[in-house]
């Protein structure tokens, strides 16, 4: 992301583009000198957990991840973010029914792989679904991609990573188009024809010239990522996810013999 937002800096055209990238950067370094949270929005917190099934007390994780949003929302700390719907309430240590939400899957490796993604409100909600007639095809997903972004402005705090959804049911679509957020920039698709759509919705995007958050430029996007399911003859859905330019996410993996492996942060 940083190697992404310097480049964008470098290359931005508008004047007012660059400053705020200018900011953007400076607000990491002080991020990382004053071991601060990067946005004060520090968002509702997600877990999408890798698993061999012959992995230790898997029956315990749930819990345990739960603990561990109490412990950070305390020592970070993190904003306390979940509220219940119906009384207001706020629970004041991001855990709540279902959240923190998570997300298991499971793999023949042998050990547990556990990402957090935090995922702040202004880009949420600006999250978008189409359930599209299949006659549409494909043009007509590329323009509903371009028109949620025009749509969304400067709400999801750009330059935004955007996250493509097509194809499976309503649930199936947008889940991909979350779930696709965490592959790396600098990592397309490993099917050539999407990641040749990527790269179209990429170009597509930043034509808009909404720029950096929302007071134009060149860059409304620093990725575009597409993932999709096959569809029921007579569905096409498709689902726009955003990210801000704050996309934080952690990895580690557990291993059996409890050594842990911190693959995206050095950890003292």
């Known amino acids: ?13 508008s004047h007012r583009g660059r400053i705020q990238l200018g900011a953007i950067l400076e607000n990491i370094e002080l991020a990382e000198e004053e071991r601060r949270p ?21 029956d315990r994780i749930d ?32 855990t709540g029914i279902q959240i923190p939400f998570i997300h298991w ?16 409100a202004g880009s949420e909600n600006v999250c978008d679904l189409a359930m599209m007639a299949p006659a549409d095809g494909l043009e007509r997903m590329k323009t509903f991609v ?24 309503a649930d199936i679509a947008m889940k991909l188009a979350k779930t696709v957020l965490l592959r790396p920039l600098n990592e397309p698709h490993r099917e050539s024809r999407i990641a040749k759509l990527e790269r ?15 007071l134009g430029g060149d860059f409304t996007t620093l990725g575009v990522k597409v993932d999709y399911a096959h569809r029921h003859p007579a569905s096409y859905p498709v ?6 330019w704050a996309a934080r996410r952690s990895t580690a993996r557990i291993y059996p013999d409890g050594k842990v492996e911190y693959l995206t942060h050095k950890v003292s």
Do not use: H, W
Request: hydrophobic share 35%; aromatic share 8%.
């Open 38 to 58: 990067i946005c004060q929005d520090t968002g509702t917190i997600n877990f999408y957990l890798q698993a061999s099934p012959r992995f230790p007390r898997l």
């Open 105 to 120: 899957g499971f793999s023949s490796e042998d050990y547990l792989e556990i990402t957090v993604f935090p995922k702040g």
């Open 63 to 94: 819990d345990v991840l739960r603990k561990s949003v109490r412990r950070a929302t305390k020592e970070v700390p993190l904003r306390p973010n979940a509220v219940d719907p119906f009384s207001q309430q706020n629970t004041g240590d991001n």
């Open 146 to 169: 371009v028109e949620s972004v025009i749509e969304a402005g400067a709400l999801p705090c750009p330059p935004t990573i955007i996250g493509v959804g097509i194809g499976g049911g």
């Open 239 to 244: 689902a726009v996810a955003f990210q801000c």
């Open 200 to 214: 179209d919705l990429y170009d597509a995007v930043n034509s808009t010239q909404i720029g950096p958050m929302g």
């Open 1 to 13: 992301m940083k190697e992404a937002l310097e480049k964008a800096y470098q290359q931005e055209r």
